[in-house]
């Protein structure tokens, strides 16, 4: 840091340090000489005032690999990528089976990248009047069979309309699928009748 005070007198540019006679603590306020460029950053190794240049555009300023001082970083290429997969039959499903079986047309197939999915389906259910309880639930080729949740028990014919969520652990291509049963070995319908249309909805995050 060089400055004048008037004449001849001219005070070189200098430093600052724990030698006897060299000045005070150094002021960093408004500083015009340093051999600094615009945008440079100053910060302390422990010893002495370190310089770190300006990073180019869009460079963030993180903490180097050994947690002892600042340096920059290109950010990681955009955020999140969402996409939406959609599903929808109404064409009505009917078994018999006690063991669970894939519901015809309500399955996907995930991407081919990494990430989650967010799914749910939804859809009218009915039992036959003979009775037994109907479960229902996902399947998938990577994450495994999910836990079954009880849909309808009666020993009457209904309608019910149910949702079934699940979030994947991964996506990866993996097929996914409804499943369900009736442990009677009685009828059991899937999209039952007109009351509108069976859906799989799949919010996908990578």
Request: hydrophobic share 35%.
């Amino acid at each position: 840091m060089g400055f004048s005070g008037g004449g001849t007198n001219v005070l070189k540019p200098h430093k600052h340090s724990s030698a006897v006679q060299d000045g005070s603590s150094l002021n960093m306020n408004n500083v015009t000489q340093g051999g600094l460029s615009a945008g440079d950053v100053i910060f302390s190794d422990g010893a002495a005032l370190q310089r770190l240049a300006i990073g180019v555009a869009a460079d963030t300023l993180v903490v180097n690999g050994a947690a002892t001082a600042p340096s920059w970083a290109t950010p990681a290429a955009g955020g999140p990528v969402l996409n939406r997969i959609l599903v929808e039959t109404s064409t009505q499903f009917s078994s018999s089976s006690a063991s669970y079986v894939d519901v015809t047309a309500m399955t996907f197939t995930a991407s081919a990248v990494t990430g989650h999915g967010v799914c749910s389906c939804d859809s009218y259910m009915s039992m036959n009047g003979g009775g037994g309880t109907g479960f229902w639930r996902w399947t998938a080729s990577v994450d495994g069979d999910q836990t079954g949740q009880r849909c309808y028990s009666s020993s009457g014919l209904g309608k019910l309309n149910m949702n079934l969520p699940f979030i994947t652990a991964t996506l990866n291509s993996q097929v996914c699928k409804i499943q369900g049963l009736n442990d009677g070995g009685n009828n059991w319908y899937f999209a039952v009748d007109d009351e509108g249309v069976s859906r799989i909805q799949v919010l996908e995050i990578s």
